[in-house]
């Protein structure tokens, strides 16, 4: 006898409403990450290499850690924080699920980055402009829509003067309203894109491009300079 796999993007929903229904939004990263490591679920986002926009702006921007500090928002297994470390940057790559950071420290035993327990909404104060670049991918578009702003502002927040935020994330088109998303995720609006800027930090690059696994799928990638 055999079963049907189960879709990755509807098991995440499912626990997401489950958790939205227990009045805890963030506590269904815990709960998929858990079930991920016991073999009963999947990470629809865990790719197993560095999201593939993110590696063509490094390809593109050639960016030099010598000497500066990276954050990771959002760093699930890891993948994109060693790309980052790899590069000489001082990273460090967090996410709310202790499951997955303990995935992220047993896939790179040997590595660069420095891995940490923290909360998107409730961050230490000392990452208060304190990153010469900050990498979020997906995790700001994981969290209900009436959430989104505040995790924004603390996204932003974290880059220092004369450092680069990069942001992807998938596109929402603006007339689109907020009830007609069947979320997770919660994809970005260009209004939600422009959000992430501020009068000392400013958009500086916008590219929405189809999804390699859908043509009618786009993605967000912006880089935003801190003055």
Not at 77 to 87: H, P, Q, S, V
Not at 195 to 222: G, V, Y
């Amino acid at each position: 006898m055999t079963t049907d796999p189960v879709d990755p993007d509807l098991a995440s929903r499912r626990l997401a409403r489950e958790s939205l229904g227990q009045d805890d939004p963030t506590g269904w990263f815990e709960r998929l990450y858990s079930a991920a490591s016991e073999g009963t679920a999947v990470v629809p986002w865990d790719r197993g290499t560095a999201h593939p926009l993110l590696t063509d702006w490094v390809d593109t921007a050639q960016p030099s850690g010598d000497g500066r500090k990276a954050l990771v928002v959002g760093a699930g297994t890891g993948w994109d924080a060693e790309l980052i470390a790899d590069l000489g940057y001082d990273t460090t790559a967090f996410d709310i699920s202790p499951t997955a950071i303990e995935t992220a420290q047993q896939n790179h035993p040997d590595s660069k980055a420095t891995y940490q327990v923290a909360d998107l909404l409730n961050p230490p104060s000392e990452w208060h402009h304190a990153f010469d670049l900050v990498i979020e991918i997906f995790t700001v578009q994981a969290l209900p829509i009436p959430l989104q702003p505040e995790a924004t502002s603390h996204v932003s927040d974290f880059v220092r003067p004369g450092g680069t935020l990069l942001v992807i994330a998938s596109a929402r088109d603006d007339e689109t309203p907020d009830d007609a998303i069947d979320g997770p995720p919660w994809p970005l609006t260009r209004a939600a894109v422009d959000a992430f800027t501020a009068p000392d930090l400013k958009l500086i690059q916008l590219d929405r491009s189809p999804s390699p696994n859908s043509a009618t799928t786009h993605r967000w990638r912006a880089e935003y300079l801190r003055d």
